[in-house]
């Protein structure tokens, strides 16, 4: 096989949100099963993290992966920042750093090119600005 055993179409994205944001998909013979994952929350305010799980620990198979955060409709070779998963893994956070519609990617890199094998949709909404005092309605 080459690429990614299954591509994810944007249906398949949404249908797995329902369905409690949990997306697997392989990686080919060579590379083995990719693990799934769970986040906690697909909306998040600027400046949370998203916190990922891992159905069993991760076993990079001599392929590094790592996750990235990156903007709804970035090609696939766009990257953000690069979150590393350590071996034997069991979850791992991403900072969301502004507002926003994201995709958080799950990515298995190989001496070729990095491939995308797992993705969730995250909307990272403005933060909320503490009052110190009641709103005019309140009184």
Do not use: C, Q
């Amino acid at each position: 096989m080459t690429g990614i055993a299954s591509r994810i179409t944007a249906r398949a994205v949404w249908a797995a949100l329902l369905a409690g944001a949990v997306v697997a998909a392989s990686v080919g013979a060579r590379g083995g099963e990719a693990p799934r994952m769970r986040v906690e929350t697909t909306r998040l305010s600027a400046g949370d993290h998203v916190l990922v799980h891992f159905d069993a620990p991760v076993k990079s198979n001599a392929r590094p992966l790592w996750l990235t955060l990156v903007p709804i409709g970035s090609t696939e070779g766009f990257v953000g920042e690069r979150v590393a998963i350590d071996e034997g893994a069991e979850e791992a956070t991403v900072s969301a750093h502004e507002e926003g519609t994201y995709e958080l990617r799950l990515v298995s890199a190989s001496s070729a090119s990095p491939a995308v094998i797992a993705r969730v949709r995250v909307d990272v909404a403005a933060r909320g600005v503490a009052r110190r005092e009641p709103p005019a309605w309140y009184w």
